[in-house]
């Protein structure tokens, strides 16, 4: 298995692998509170079962567009792609941000985002970047249990940003020590 950067998404790759949304027994309960002049907010796990379906066709131009930039990174298998991360410099606030990070689900449980993981903080590094940030979704239990377990931290959410009002945006960051 190799990690290289992305050139291009050889056509849409997760229709090959047949992936088109996620399922979970488990969500994040997002709580919030607006008094006065505070605001805090709640995560709590609950067992409850939620499926999502992705709309990929729209968006590979504009992730083929993303990955021109050179930050993105796919893992391969003897020369088939595997798992891909997309990723974002964003000058504004110095960070790189992952617009996408999926392994196909023959390959998963073999390290591989982590790999993933490893490569962006790498190329983060070399941008001089101070951190890297991800939004995901409250339904989305794995996705975040598994950048929490690469040391991501939850840094805020957005709960108006999906029609879906199940859905709450979680974002979530790494700092990089310089």
């Not at 949304?21 to 309960?29: E, L, P, Q």
């Not at 991501?152 to 029609?163: A, C, E």
Request: net charge negative.
């Amino acid at each position: 298995m190799e990690i290289r950067k992305l050139e291009s998404f050889p056509g849409s790759p997760i229709l090959d692998w047949s992936l088109d949304g996620y399922t979970t027994d488990k969500i994040y309960v997002v709580s919030a509170i607006e008094a006065g002049n505070t605001f805090e907010f709640s995560l709590r796990e609950k067992n409850q079962y939620y499926s999502k379906i992705w709309n990929h066709e729209e968006n590979f131009e504009r992730l083929n567009s993303i990955i021109s930039r050179g930050h993105s990174f796919g893992a391969f298998h003897n020369g088939e792609l595997i798992a891909w991360t997309v990723c974002d410099f964003r000058a504004w606030n110095n960070s790189l941000f992952i617009e996408t990070l999926l392994v196909s689900e023959d390959f998963r449980g073999q390290n591989i985002g982590k790999l993933l993981i490893k490569a962006i903080n790498r190329e983060a590094r070399y941008l001089q970047c101070r951190m890297v940030e991800v939004e995901t979704q409250n339904t989305n239990y794995h996705a975040i249990k598994f950048f929490q377990k690469a040391g991501f931290s939850i840094t805020g959410i957005n709960t108006k940003l999906y029609n879906d009002s199940t859905e709450t945006a979680i974002f979530m960051s790494f700092d990089l020590l310089i």
